[in-house]
């Protein structure tokens, strides 16, 4: 079982940063392929980035290449999403998301931070 917290959201004006994480609780955490997926409204949720359980692979949506970048500190169960260059469409909930193997769904899911970029 994993939980996941995300934190670090906010309000930020275009061209602007932020660091999102993810806390994990849970002693496979460092053995989890985790994700970051968004939700802007009126929208289905979509996938913005993946690592693997060593922090050696990455894939990235390409809306999002460049200019954002996963990482992951398993000593600190934790996740990040570094985003750069902050566009007023990436305005969205951010969800933190882990799955045991890289061919299983994402089947845990945190309760999201709102991002909102403003023009």
């Known amino acids: 079982q994993v939980q996941l917290v995300e934190s670090g959201g906010g309000l930020v004006q275009a061209g602007g940063s932020l660091r999102l994480s993810c806390a994990a609780s849970?002693?496979?955490?460092?053995?989890?392929?985790m994700g970051w997926y968004r939700q802007a409204p009126g929208k289905e949720r979509e996938f913005v980035a993946r690592?693997?359980?060593?922090?050696?692979?990455?894939t990235y949506a390409d809306s999002v290449k460049g200019r954002f970048t996963i990482s992951r500190d398993n000593a600190k169960n934790t996740v990040y999403l570094q985003m750069n260059s902050l566009k007023p469409e990436d305005t969205a909930v951010y969800y933190c998301?882990?799955?045991?193997?890289?061919?299983?769904?994402?089947?845990?899911w945190g309760q999201g931070t709102q991002v909102t970029v403003s023009s």
């Open positions: 849970g002693r496979s955490f460092s053995s989890y392929d």
């Open positions: 998301a882990a799955r045991p193997t890289i061919v299983a769904p994402f089947s845990y």
């Open positions: 690592i693997n359980w060593s922090g050696a692979n990455m």
